[in-house]
């Protein structure tokens, strides 16, 4: 994990995610594991297994803190198809560079852009 965190920019997101106020424990851990997986474009995208397992949750748990992230406008989401979603950080001035739609070009994607939503 040492590897991981260094070798991304998690170290960045993470201090930004400790310091969100007003959000509910379980978004509050959500935030915190996609911080921990996010690359140096401030993206990951782990399965809903997979956050839950990390933050010890539900998988509704996860969703419904998911929503919330999305809704404060703390995150976004990007839908693939037969594969995780990609969420990106939206925490500093600086994790807002390019958009969801560059780096549905990137992935080489043809899903939609889903902000807020489903």
Do not use: F
Not at 26 to 48: M, T
Not at 102 to 108: C, N, P, R, S, Y
Request: glycine share 8%; net charge positive.
């Amino acid at each position: 994990m040492t590897e991981r965190v260094l070798a991304g920019m998690s170290i960045k997101q993470l201090n930004l995610a400790l310091e969100v106020e007003r959000l509910t424990p379980g978004q509050k851990l959500v935030l915190l594991v996609l911080a921990n997986r996010a690359n140096k474009n401030d993206e990951a995208w782990p399965s809903i297994e997979s956050i839950a397992r990390q933050s010890c949750m539900s998988r509704s748990g996860v969703k419904n803190a998911l929503r919330g992230l999305i809704e404060r406008e703390l995150i976004s989401k990007m839908s693939r198809h037969n594969r995780a979603n990609v969420y990106r950080l939206t925490l500093g001035s600086e994790s807002t560079k390019g958009s969801l739609s560059d780096l549905q070009e990137e992935q080489g994607e043809g899903q939609p852009v889903t902000v807020g939503g489903h």
